[in-house]
């Protein structure tokens, strides 16, 4: 009697378990489309698992209401064991790896073009001295573009500045807030200035990147707050060309802090000087986003957990140009 049960058992949990993670991701979701969408599976597929494994444990688990459903007392009994069950193996999977040194594979990032020239590069160097075997794909552009291809699954992760809120689809944590900074050329009026309102300066005429990019979205809201029209005088895809432009005396530009010194390459008489913006709020948060998946390859969590991990003070300096 003892085997027969047994075997029960055994043949119940055979069929049950291909079928937690759809159990999971419809826990998280409360939905079946966003769960098809969490686990990268048409809608159809969550229903017969749902069916399947309301089968196997003798009850319904999702009923319809309205256009969505709501989880059955059964389900909501269930679902934390599911849970615990996945992160379990989970874990056991990823120490089992990372004691073999198993993390290898390939993480593709995007990120926005100035975090390019020593942020990524000094995050990338850090992770790569204990995990020598994982590779790297890099996407750059404008934020817009960053999140799109994290949205269409091209890339595990994204450093984009300002960060999204935490949707349905994606997660993210802001890194570090960077105070922003007023570039103008060295024979302006304000250069002798330390500090200014960004008020003083809003008439002058700007030089911006385009829209889509994250520092012009921070520039807009701050004309708005000023409660005047913007006169974009030039318009790029390169804050380099930006700070090359005020120093030639066409504009001045909303930056981040530069690393670099204020003299032009060619002409020692050109440069240009970074202000300091007294309003509160003239700064970026720069932050990590990552898609909400069932399954997410180790290399891209140890790599996402080790940005994470790092100190926001470091990365101020590295998010600079």
Request: aromatic letters at 4%; one cysteine or more.
């Amino acid at each position: 009697m003892t085997d027969m049960y047994d075997s029960t058992v055994r043949g119940e949990l055979a069929r049950l378990l291909p079928l937690l993670p759809v159990l999971d991701a419809v826990g998280q979701t409360r939905h079946v489309t966003a769960a098809a969408e969490l686990l990268g599976v048409p809608q159809p597929t969550v229903s017969r698992a749902l069916a399947r494994a309301a089968a196997v444990v003798g009850t319904e688990l999702v009923r319809k209401e309205g256009r969505g459903i709501r989880l059955t007392p059964a389900a909501e009994q269930l679902l934390p064991s599911v849970r615990a069950a996945l992160d379990g193996l989970q874990s056991a999977l990823d120490e089992l790896h990372e004691r073999r040194q198993e993390a290898h594979g390939l993480v593709r990032l995007s990120f926005q073009m100035t975090f390019g020239e020593a942020a990524v590069p000094a995050l990338i160097r850090s992770f790569r001295q204990g995990h020598p075997d994982v590779r790297f794909e890099l996407i750059q552009g404008s934020r817009q573009r960053c999140l799109d291809v994290l949205v269409s699954g091209d890339v595990d992760l994204s450093i984009v500045s300002p960060a999204p809120a935490a949707g349905r689809q994606l997660d993210a944590a802001t890194l570090c807030i960077q105070p922003l900074r007023l570039a103008v050329p060295a024979d302006h009026r304000l250069a002798r200035r330390d500090r200014v309102r960004f008020a003083e300066a809003a008439g002058e005429p700007f030089v911006a990147l385009e829209r889509g990019y994250g520092m012009r979205s921070i520039m807009d809201r701050l004309f708005r707050e000023a409660g005047v029209r913007p006169n974009i005088a030039f318009q790029g895809q390169d804050s380099r060309t930006l700070l090359g432009l005020v120093s030639a005396g066409l504009g001045i530009a909303l930056v981040p802090p530069s690393r670099a010194t204020h003299s032009a390459v060619h002409a020692s008489e050109l440069g240009w000087v970074e202000l300091e913006i007294q309003d509160s709020d003239a700064v970026r948060d720069i932050g990590l986003v990552w898609p909400k998946i069932v399954g997410e390859p180790l290399q891209v969590r140890l790599f996402r957990e080790h940005i994470l991990r790092e100190e926001p003070a470091a990365l101020l300096d590295a998010f600079g140009l």
